[in-house]
């Protein structure tokens, strides 16, 4: 009898091993394996996109187009398809459909008497409006009858809404300076500002693209606005570096050119810096003062 409770209590106990070892392995997996994303697109005569999320050696996927205007979407479970049928299925039933329906066409029985009951409410607004319009510039309220100190009263009373308005947020920015700076100059906010930057660094780093590369060809009627956009897009040149080659035109308008990329994230990452910042007192206490406003 014991030997039989002993030989239940191991069989249990083997079971919940194995339980706790599957949840981990999960929790492994959803930590550690990565998302991966690759897209692609394209801007010639028309623009086309067409990009994949896919999970777990695509075991969840989600893909999507963009092509002639139309948006398309799908989502993928081991391969199949969730929340409706496949496109060929889509496509059959819709011929069908098309084939089995007749084609009737009805018209209106009562559309001309509808027109001409339009006609005389036009014509009775017509020969109305006039009378009407007489009428409010006798009684001095049509347009145009406004005296012209009223208008100047209006827009001086309106100017004076206006300085005051912006006196009182200069006031008031004014009041909130020395609080800014002493905020700034506190050294746990500047402890606490290095631990963001460097969080932020490092999950920037980690969801970039793997994989950049394209062409761009750019430009305007304009030269000038031609020369600000190539000086913002060397603002980004550590970015793409030589992956992507940027050509600007300076004659004519232009846009056109093609990307490809290619990246994963891990949720380990970005749980560990959440981690490190939700460990900082300082980081949790301002994140409270400004929920609190």
């Not at 990565?34 to 075991?59: D, I, Q």
């Not at 600000?228 to 035109?249: E, G």
């Not at 949790?284 to 609190?292: A, I, S």
Request: hydrophobic share 40%; glycine share 10%; aromatic share 6%.
């Amino acid at each position: 009898m014991i030997q039989a409770l002993f030989l239940i209590l191991k069989i249990i106990g083997i079971l919940l091993l194995l339980l706790a070892g599957l949840l981990l392995l999960a929790l492994a997996a959803v930590l550690f394996v990565p998302v991966r994303y690759r897209g692609e697109g394209s801007r010639r005569e028309v623009l086309k996109a067409h990009g994949t999320v896919s999970w777990c050696f695509s075991a969840l996927a989600v893909r999507f187009s963009l092509e002639d205007g139309r948006t398309e979407g799908e989502v993928r479970l081991f391969g199949r398809r969730l929340g409706g049928r496949d496109r060929e299925e889509e496509t059959l039933e819709a011929d069908f459909r098309e084939a089995s329906e007749p084609s009737v066409h009805t018209a209106s029985l009562d559309g001309g008497r509808s027109r001409d009951r339009a006609k005389e409410r036009e014509s009775r607004n017509r020969s109305g409006a006039p009378g009407r319009r007489e009428k409010a510039k006798e009684e001095g309220k049509g347009p145009g009858t406004e005296r012209p100190s009223g208008r100047l009263e209006k827009l001086a009373k309106g100017l004076r809404g206006r300085i005051s308005r912006a006196g009182a947020k200069i006031r008031s920015a004014l009041e909130k300076k020395d609080q800014i700076m002493a905020f700034l100059r506190d050294e746990e906010n500047r402890r606490t500002f290095r631990l963001v930057k460097k969080q932020l660094v490092k999950v920037v780093r980690h969801v970039m693209p793997v994989r950049l590369e394209g062409e761009v060809t750019f430009g305007f009627d304009d030269p000038y606005r031609t020369g600000q956009l190539l000086s913002a897009a060397a603002l980004l040149y550590p970015v793409y570096r030589d992956r992507i080659r940027v050509t600007p035109v300076f004659d004519r308008e232009v846009l056109e050119g093609e990307l490809k990329l290619e990246g994963r994230i891990r949720l380990a990452v970005l749980l560990g810096a959440a981690v490190r910042l939700g460990m900082d007192r300082n980081f949790r206490k301002l994140v409270r003062r400004l929920m609190d406003r």
